[in-house]
């Protein structure tokens, strides 16, 4: 992965998984594989068979917060993460860019500055392959990821039991709320769902922070992957953690 950083009444924080029909010009969504239905979250929470899908991590009750305290944790929030359109293309590279000059000040290697047109991540929109969240189904995105079955550049062994997560990246704002490691047990949740048992990403070999955060995420460390030299990619340490439960 090239990239990524609690009163309700209700402890189970949910998801919804919406899917557009079109993308720009009535262009039609790309057909996707049939999503298998589980009948109940591995917390415990009914999985209710609709237009939204739910969620359930498995965090403790949240703290009760002041109003003042922005933005909460999300623990015991909402959040919807529903299929990108064309529309949030220039939205979530936005979000990209934000955060390249947030690592580039920082002289952290992940990012290299504006190296992913608009036109990219447009495409990977069109294919189905963006993701993007929100506090709520009418609020403005505070992420967003890729999430693919395939990733022969980086994942060359192909053996169809992982999911790969690409691009997750959150608004600055929301630096140290956890939305990062929710939306990592999002993609956990539909890889399951699509029968895969391993969630898979990769990061910059040279970024130890980054590095740690994925081990303390429950992903294990893999191998690594090198580029010829000459390549505009850094070489990549790999990850992987179970989707089961």
């Known amino acids: 992965m090239r990239g990524s950083s609690e009163d309700s009444r209700h402890s189970a924080t949910r998801f919804a998984n919406r899917r557009s029909r079109t993308f720009g010009t009535a262009t039609p969504l790309p057909t996707t594989p049939h999503r298998r239905a589980r009948p109940s979250c591995s917390f415990g929470s009914r999985l209710r068979r609709s237009r939204a899908r739910t969620f359930c991590p498995n965090h403790s009750r949240p703290q009760a917060r002041s109003p003042q305290d922005s933005p909460p944790p999300y623990d015991g ?26 690592l580039f000040a920082r002289e952290i290697d992940q990012w290299k500055p504006r190296e992913v047109p608009l ?5 990977q929109i069109e294919a189905g392959e963006f993701y993007v969240a929100r506090r709520d189904p009418s609020g403005p995105i505070v992420g967003a990821l890729r999430l693919i079955w395939a990733d022969p550049t980086i994942w060359p062994e192909e053996d169809g039991l992982a999911g790969y997560v690409h691009g997750l990246v959150i608004d600055r704002s929301e630096a140290g709320t956890g939305l990062g490691a929710l939306l990592l047990e999002w993609a956990a949740e539909q890889t399951h769902r699509e029968g895969r048992s391993l969630l898979r990403l990769d990061c910059a070999e040279t970024n130890g922070e980054l590095r740690s955060h994925y081990l303390n995420q429950g992903f ?10 000459g390549s505009s990619w850094f070489s990549v340490a790999l990850f992987e953690k179970s989707t089961d439960r």
């Open 77 to 102: 929030t909402v959040l919807t993460v529903e299929l990108a359109t064309a529309a949030d293309a220039a939205t979530i590279l936005g979000l990209r860019h934000a955060a390249e000059d947030w």
């Open 119 to 123: 036109s990219t991540v447009a495409a």
């Open 220 to 229: 294990r460390y893999v191998g690594r992957r090198e580029f010829a030299d």
